[in-house]
C-alpha cells in the first residue's frame, strides 16, 4: 500500500515463500496508518498477497525474572456467547462471539495460499511485529490450521511464563493432537517451517522430544510441553530494512 508519487504508504512487511522478509519503511505514513503494519506474503511465482493490517501500541520493555511459578494464578478464559454462525461480510465466512467481548472471525483463504491460525484459552493476544511476519511466513509453509495459546499480555507481561515477556515467543497447540492424527510429522514440518522463518528455539515436551531432537534448536522442554510446542529466538537480523 504505497502511493509511489506522493511518497506516503504503510510500513509493511513483506514475507517471501523462500524465507526472505523485508521491512519497507515509506517516506511519509498515509494518515490514519501511523500505528499499523501492513503484512504481505509473496508466493513461490512471486504472487502478492495482502494478509493483515494490525495496529501496535508501544510498551514499556520488560526485563527477566525467573519467578516462581506458583506465585501466579492463571486468568479466567472467555466463554461461549454466540456459537459459529455464517456471516457474508467481505473475507467473512464466519463468526463466534465471547462473553468477555472477544471475535472470532473465519475468513476465506486465497487459493494457493493458507494463512489460518485461530487463537485459544488465552489473554495474551500481543506479539512483536517482526515475530508476526516470520510466523506468517510458517504458516503459509504448513497450510494448516494452527491453534495458538498465546504470546503476551497487553504491556507485554506473560505470567505465569516468565519466557513470553514483550511478545518475544508463541504457543501452539501440537497439529497431531488437535487433528487426531497417528504421529507427529505435520508437527515436524512445522518446526522446520518456523526455522525457516528465523526462529531459533523449539521447546518441546519430554514425552516427545525424542522424535524432534534431529532438529536443529529443539529443546527438552519437560512436562509442561508435552501438550504445546514453544517457540522463541527469533533472528531479528535476517529482516531486511528498506527506506
Request: net charge neutral; aromatic share 14%.
Amino acid at each position: 500500500m504505497v502511493d509511489y508519487f506522493s511518497g506516503l504508504g504503510i510500513v509493511t512487511y513483506h514475507i517471501y515463500q523462500d524465507g526472505k522478509i523485508e521491512k519497507h519503511i515509506p517516506e511519509k505514513i498515509f494518515p490514519g496508518f501511523e500505528r499499523k503494519y501492513q503484512y504481505v506474503y509473496h508466493d513461490k511465482d512471486n504472487n502478492e498477497h495482502e494478509i493483515c493490517i494490525c495496529e501496535w501500541h508501544t510498551i514499556n520493555k520488560k526485563v527477566f525474572e525467573d519467578s516462581p511459578r506458583a506465585t501466579f494464578n492463571y486468568p479466567d478464559h472467555g466463554t461461549v456467547k454466540e456459537t459459529k454462525t455464517n456471516v457474508s461480510d467481505g473475507y467473512i465466512v464466519a463468526k463466534a462471539k465471547y462473553t468477555n467481548g472477544d471475535i472470532h472471525e473465519w475468513i476465506k483463504i486465497e487459493e494457493g495460499v493458507s494463512i489460518k491460525y485461530e487463537l485459544k484459552e488465552t489473554f495474551r493476544k500481543y506479539i512483536n511485529p517482526d515475530l508476526l511476519a516470520g510466523f506468517i511466513g510458517a504458516l503459509a509453509e504448513i497450510k494448516e490450521n494452527i491453534i495458538v495459546t498465546g504470546s503476551a499480555y497487553e504491556q507485554g507481561s506473560c505470567f505465569p511464563s516468565s519466557l513470553h515477556i514483550n511478545g518475544l515467543s508463541i504457543d501452539t497447540k501440537y497439529i497431531k493432537k488437535v487433528k487426531n492424527l497417528t504421529d507427529y510429522k505435520k508437527d515436524k514440518e512445522f518446526v522446520n517451517a518456523l526455522a525457516k522463518f528465523h526462529f531459533r528455539t523449539f521447546r518441546v515436551g519430554k514425552e516427545i522430544y525424542n522424535l524432534f531432537k534431529d532438529i536443529s534448536g529443539t529443546k527438552n522442554g519437560g512436562d509442561l510441553h508435552n501438550s504445546h510446542l514453544h517457540t522463541e529466538n527469533f533472528d531479528f537480523n535476517t529482516i531486511k530494512i528498506i527506506e
